[in-house]
Nanobody, 131 residues
């Protein structure tokens, strides 16, 4: 069973930075993808970024590209989301998620380039950006 633990959220001012962590246990990263999602109050959940370990690619939603960076420490089974130049529109609960057996036939979300479906989810971590 895959377990994911997201952490690192908090309160930051506009223009500030945070680094979220997602510790993954119970599965290796090979041929999988780890995604970051967020859900703002009153809005639907949206994909933010992901790492595809099958081909090493990294993908971002257009609104965060250039500001957010996804990375991983495979030795620690941990994925990070470095978030810079934050603005109030980034306020949301952020989640990390896992999907295994990613291949060329995996259906992707056209807004992010990440797999459309993730199977295992961690609890969220709240990011609040004050104006």
């Amino acid at each position: 069973e895959v377990q994911l633990q997201a952490s690192g959220g908090g309160l930051v001012q506009t223009g500030g930075s945070l680094r979220l962590s997602c510790a993954v246990s119970g599965r290796t990263f090979e041929d999988s993808a780890i995604g970051w999602f967020r859900q703002a109050p009153g809005k639907e959940r949206e994909g933010v970024s992901c790492i595809n370990y099958r081909d090493g690619s990294r993908h971002y939603q257009s609104s965060v590209e250039g500001r957010f960076t996804v990375s991983s420490d495979n030795a620690k089974n941990t994925v990070y989301l470095q978030m810079n130049n934050l603005n109030p529109e980034d306020t949301a609960v952020y989640y990390c998620a896992f999907v295994d057996h990613v291949d060329v036939d995996t259906i992707v979300d056209v807004t992010t380039g990440c797999p459309y479906t993730f199977d295992d989810w961690g609890q969220g971590t709240l990011v609040t950006v004050s104006s």
